[in-house]
Nanobody, 128 residues
Framework: QVQLAESGGGLMQPGESLRLSCAASGLTFSSYRMGWFRQAPGHEREFVAA????????YYVDSVKGRFTISRDNAKNTVYLQMNSLNPEDTAVYYCAADSDGTGGYDYTSKSTVYDHWGPGTQVTVSS
């Protein structure tokens, strides 16, 4: 049974940094492209970032470029999202997701429908 478990969320002040982790089990982690999505109240789920199977390619939504960094450790079956310079617009539930196909560029990997497995999410709140 595939399980993805996010951790690291919390209440932050604007400008602070936070690192999210997503531990995967029940799958061959290195065979999956991994992604992070987020959903704010009243909004649709939004693509944040993705990383290729070996970590050689990364993809970001424009609003987080230069602030967020996605990385992975295949030995630990874990994907990370380092979030710097947080602002209130980053407030959302953050989800990690696994894509078994892993092909295609940004237009492909930014679609939530291509992901096979999802975690339950972790809340990130940015407020002064």
């Amino acid at each position: 049974q595939v399980q993805l478990a996010e951790s690291g969320g919390g209440l932050m002040q604007p400008g602070e940094s936070l690192r999210l982790s997503c531990a995967a089990s029940g799958l061959t982690f290195s065979s999956y492209r991994m992604g992070w999505f987020r959903q704010a109240p009243g909004h649709e789920r939004e693509f944040v970032a993705a990383i290729s199977r070996r970590g050689s390619r990364t993809y970001y939504v424009d609003s987080v470029k230069g602030r967020f960094t996605i990385s992975r450790d295949n030995a630990k079956n874990t994907v990370y999202l380092q979030m710097n310079s947080l602002n209130p617009e980053d407030t959302a539930v953050y989800y990690c997701a696994a894509d078994s196909d892993g092909t295609g560029g940004y237009d492909y990997t930014s679609k939530s429908t291509v992901y096979d497995h999802w975690g339950p999410g972790t809340q990130v709140t940015v407020s002064s």
